[in-house]
């Protein structure tokens, strides 16, 4: 094996490549003017919401599948060369990218051609079950744990996976993350305050005022566009408002937590109630979250940290670890035509 190696979780959100002993986390963004790439990753989100007409922000991945495939090749080269910005990294690049489970057998193949028609010079390309990833990253050893339940909440999706001795039992998935409650908290200050938001200042308030228990008696500055005059105002939004917010689509998640708890067999109930349920992902960083969960299933929360690099961590143990090398796997025998 190379000791080139790089892994992928390629987000909604956010772009995470591991590399040596780093990680490179940042948005999944590119501004494009053109033909030209003007900016990208973070420094592509700073302009989001902010650049002129001639510049288009954008993000290549809806809901975690890639939606346009040659934004994220841009990108995903981008990223690449920046990792090897001041350095001299000789021969080929082993690549282990992360794979969601509960999507169809093209939308994964996408994430296998992405690096596959890149023009990076690749030797050996695999692909990882990202639940799988996801537990490994948040300290389980899935070659031999059973009755894993592991909750990815991201931006676009939540996963919600039954993992044992390094297998997928069940997984399944909702449209309810990040991004939703950003909806969410849009319409709540637009009826509440009569102020129309952008996603990054509703981002900013979820980060600041967001909790899944009690609201705490606090207020943090929104700012936008007042929708009865059209000027430019700011309103001190409560955190009432934004927990309310926040609340459907925490209610949409736990639904279906629930109901894979219901239909698994009992002798992996067993294991989960011993075990836990692990949170990861950006969303399982909201304050309350391991009291709302405990309090809905009466079972053992587990929070991991930094959760938006649990998958790459994972990865990254995968690769490097000769008794984990088994998770990952050639994909042209599972993607076969």
Same mark, same amino acid.
């Given at each position: 094996m190379s000791g080139n190696i790089f892994g992928l979780d390629i987000g909604t959100a956010r772009f995470k490549m591991s590399y040596g002993d780093r990680i490179l986390n940042e948005h999944n963004c590119i501004a494009i003017s053109g033909?030209?790439?003007?900016?990208?990753?973070?420094?592509?989100?700073?302009?989001?919401?902010?650049?002129?007409?001639?510049?288009?922000?954008?993000?290549?991945?809806?809901?975690?599948?890639?939606a346009d495939i040659e934004e994220m090749h841009t990108l995903l080269k981008s990223f690449y060369l920046k990792t090897n910005s001041g350095k001299r990294r000789g021969g080929v690049a082993d690549f282990y990218i992360a794979v969601p489970n509960d999507v169809t057998e093209v939308e994964k193949r996408a994430f296998y051609e992405l690096v596959v028609?890149?023009?990076?010079?690749?030797?050996?390309?695999?692909?990882?079950?990202?639940?799988?990833?996801?537990?490994?990253?948040?300290?389980?050893?899935?070659?031999? %744990?059973?009755?894993?339940?592991? *909750?990815?909440?991201? /931006?676009?999706?939540?996963?919600? +996976?039954? &993992?044992?001795?390094?297998?997928?039992?069940v997984s399944n998935s909702v449209h309810s993350g990040g991004d939703r409650m950003d909806d969410n908290i849009i319409h709540a200050v637009?009826?509440?305050?009569?102020?129309?938001?952008?996603?990054?200042?509703?981002?900013?308030?979820?980060?600041?005022?967001?909790?899944a228990g009690k609201a705490v008696d606090k207020v943090f500055p929104g700012f936008g566009?007042?929708?009865?005059?059209g000027?430019?105002?700011? %309103?001190?939004?409560?955190?009432? *408002?934004?927990?309310? /917010?926040?609340?459907?689509?925490? +209610?949409? &998640?736990?639904?279906?937590?629930?109901e894979i708890l219901e239909n698994i067999p009992p002798e992996l109930s067993s294991d989960i109630i011993k075990n836990g349920i692990f949170l990861t992902g950006g969303?399982?960083?909201?304050?309350?979250?391991?009291?709302?969960?405990?309090?809905?299933?009466?079972?053992?929360?587990?929070?991991?940290?930094?959760?938006?690099?649990?998958?790459v961590r994972g990865i990254d143990l995968i690769a490097n670890k000769a008794e984990?090398?088994?998770?990952a796997y050639v994909p042209e025998d599972r993607f076969a035509d």
């Open positions: 033909k030209d790439v003007v900016a990208f990753g973070d420094d592509a989100y700073d302009m989001f919401e902010k650049a002129p007409a001639n510049i288009k922000i954008t993000f290549p991945v809806k809901a975690g599948v890639i028609r890149s023009k990076i010079k690749c030797r050996h390309i695999l692909v990882v079950d990202k639940p799988v990833a996801d537990a490994a990253g948040a300290g389980v050893d899935v070659s031999r %744990a059973k009755g894993i339940m592991v *909750v990815n909440m991201g /931006a676009g999706v939540t996963e919600i +996976s039954v &993992i044992s001795f390094g297998g997928i039992v637009r009826n509440e305050y009569n102020l129309e938001i952008g996603k990054k200042t509703a981002a900013r308030l979820k980060h600041e005022l967001a909790s566009r007042n929708v009865l005059t000027l430019p105002v700011s %309103a001190n939004i409560s955190s009432g *408002v934004v927990c309310n /917010a926040i609340k459907e689509p925490l +209610s949409m &998640i736990m639904d279906r937590v629930r969303v399982s960083g909201i304050p309350g979250l391991k009291d709302y969960f405990f309090t809905e299933t009466e079972i053992q929360i587990n929070l991991t940290d930094d959760p938006t690099e649990s998958t984990f090398n088994r998770l």
